[in-house]
């Protein structure tokens, strides 16, 4: 489980501590997708992910939904203005390029802390008049929430540590690593 030679010389692999394992993120992949397959079977769904993050997650979870047909999407935001006092201002650089109106929307999030992101996503999805929004998470962490949102499925609810892995980074490294790692201490 140490996969710590995809990191710089910088990072030192004792800062980092097993957490969840690829097997145990699989089984919970696994039964989000028998959730979003039983809610969707027939229908067409169009999943939603924030990069760059949620990428590894959405391309396991797709590969095991069955019986909807799906279309992916991504969208890159960005916190513009953030300092001390104020958490900035949520602006789109990348939006996504499919028409929503009437149809079934997934916002497929890796983990979810604050709600910021995912409360400006959503209210910028709903413009356009989606039949439905749904939010599935593979990890939560409600107690960080700033911002109140809906989530309709959760893969697993998290302890109060910064994560590194399947999609998740320090400073841009580690989203490849299959297993999941806390940080025992700060840099």
Known sequence: ?????????????????PYIDEKEIDEITTNLAAKISERFKG????????????????????????????????VQLQSIGRSKESAGTMVIKKDIKTNIQGRNILIAEEI???GR???????RLQQAEPRTIEVLTLFDKPYKRITPVKVHYIGKQLDDKFVVGYGMDLENYGRNIRDLFYLRYPN
């Open 117 to 123: 992101a995912l409360h400006f996503l959503i209210n």
């Open 112 to 114: 979810i802390d604050t």
């Open 43 to 74: 229908e067409e769904l169009i999943i939603v992910g924030i990069l760059k993050g949620s990428m590894v997650f959405i391309s396991d979870l797709i590969k095991k939904v069955r019986g909807v047909t799906i279309y992916i999407e991504f």
């Open 1 to 17: 489980m140490n996969e710590f030679n995809k990191f710089p010389s910088n990072f030192v692999s004792e800062q980092f501590v």
